[in-house]
C-alpha cells in the first residue's frame, strides 16, 4: 500500500498496533564507535509512549524536536521529494519487514544519540539530497543498522546524490547490516580536501555491511579514522577509497569481481585478511589505526554467506 504526504497526526500507546512488528527497540548501539562517548541510544529511556506512524505528516511531527523518543515506522511504500530533519535523541525503526520510501531522504544535520534501523531508502533525487545525510562538528553517536540503500545506473552518475554522506567532523558512527546497492557514488566521509581541520576527527565504522553493483565509494573516506569489517563487496568497480590524511583499518572482508578494491590518494589502509583485495593501491597506516572497543572478526570463509543473509530490512 502507499500512503500520501500529509496526515492526522496520531501518537499510539504502546501495543495498540498489534500488528506492527520490529526489530527490537530497546536495542542500544552494539558495535563499533557508536559504542563509545557513552553510547548511543537514541529515545531509549524516553517518558513518551512509543509513537507509531503511518503517514509522512505523522513521522515529521515525531521526529522533529530534541525529545527522547522511540519511533515505529509501519511497513508500506511512502512516495515523496523531500528530506526529512530528524532531531537528537530519536530511535526510527522501520516495522517488518521494513517500510519503503521512495524519493524521501532523511538528515541529521548538528543533531546527537539517533538511531535509524530497517528502512529501505531508494531512488532519492541530486536536487532534493542524500538518501541519508549525517553533518555537523556537533554531532555524536549515530547507528545506522540494517538499512537498505539504492538508485539504479541508469541515469548519469549526479542524477541522484550519495546513498550516504558523512561530513563536517561528526564522530562516533557505526554503519551495520545495512545493503549499498545500484548506485553511482555509495557513501562519502569527508566532503572536502581543504577540511581537515574539522574532518580530522571523524570516527567511522562500517561492519557487517553488502555493497555491490556499485560505480565508487564503498566508502570515499578523508580524513579521520575508519573501521571497515566484516563486509561483501561484490560485482563493482571501485572500492575503499582512502583520501587525504584518512586512516583506514580494513580487515576480514570479501570482495567478489570488485575491479579496484582498495586504493588511495593521499590516505593509508593497514588491510588485514582480506579476501581478493587485489589490486590493494594503499599504503599501510603507520602507526596502524588501533580500535578502541571490542569486535569479533567472523572466519573469512563466512563472511559472504552471513553477510547476504543478515544484512538489509527484515
Not at 523531500?82 to 519503503?100: H, L, Q, R
Request: hydrophobic content about 40%.
Amino acid at each position: 500500500m502507499k500512503f500520501s504526504t500529509t496526515g492526522f497526526f496520531v501518537l499510539f500507546i504502546l501495543g495498540s498496533l498489534a500488528s506492527a512488528q520490529t526489530p527490537d527497540h530497546t536495542q542500544e548501539a552494539t558495535l563499533g564507535y557508536a559504542t563509545l562517548n557513552g553510547g548511543t541510544k537514541g529515545g531509549i529511556g524516553s517518558t513518551e509512549p512509543i509513537a507509531y506512524v503511518s503517514t509522512l505528516g505523522q513521522l515529521r511531527l515525531v521526529v522533529a524536536d530534541n525529545t527522547r523518543r522511540i519511533i515505529i515506522v509501519a511497513a508500506g511504500t511512502y512516495v515523496g521529494n523531500e528530506v526529512i530533519p530528524i532531531g537528537s535523541n530519536k530511535s526510527i525503526i522501520g516495522a517488518t519487514p521494513g517500510p519503503t520510501f521512495v524519493g524521501i531522504g532523511f538528515r541529521i544535520l548538528d543533531k546527537s544519540n539517533i538511531i535509524i534501523r530497517n528502512l529501505k531508502i531508494r531512488k532519492v533525487l541530486a536536487d532534493t539530497g542524500d538518501a541519508i545525510e549525517i553533518q555537523g562538528t556537533t554531532v555524536k553517536n549515530i547507528w545506522i543498522d540494517q538499512c537498505d540503500l539504492s538508485s539504479d545506473l541508469d541515469h548519469d552518475p549526479d542524477y541522484y546524490e550519495c546513498l550516504l554522506d558523512i561530513t563536517h567532523g561528526v564522530q562516533y558512527v557505526s554503519i551495520t547490516s545495512t545493503r549499498f546497492h545500484d548506485h553511482w557514488k555509495a557513501s562519502l566521509v569527508g566532503d572536502s580536501d581543504s577540511n581537515g581541520s574539522e574532518d580530522v576527527v571523524f570516527t567511522v565504522t562500517y561492519a557487517y555491511n553488502y555493497w555491490y553493483n556499485i560505480n565508487s565509494g564503498m566508502p570515499s573516506f578523508r580524513f579521520g579514522k575508519g573501521h571497515i569489517f566484516n563486509s561483501y563487496f561484490k560485482d563493482s568497480v571501485d572500492g575503499i577509497y582512502t583520501r587525504v590524511g584518512a586512516v583506514l583499518r580494513v580487515e576480514n572482508n570479501v570482495f567478489y569481481n570488485v575491479v579496484t578494491p582498495i586504493y588511495e590518494d593521499g590516505g593509508c589502509a593497514t588491510a588485514v585478511n582480506n579476501q581478493d583485495a587485489i589490486p590493494n593501491l594503499a599504503p599501510p597506516c603507520n602507526p596502524a589505526l588501533a580500535i578502541p572497543y571490542a569486535h569479533t572478526l567472523l572466519a573469512l570463509s563466512s563472511v559472504s554467506a552471513y553477510v547476504t543473509a543478515n544484512s538489509g530490512t527484515h
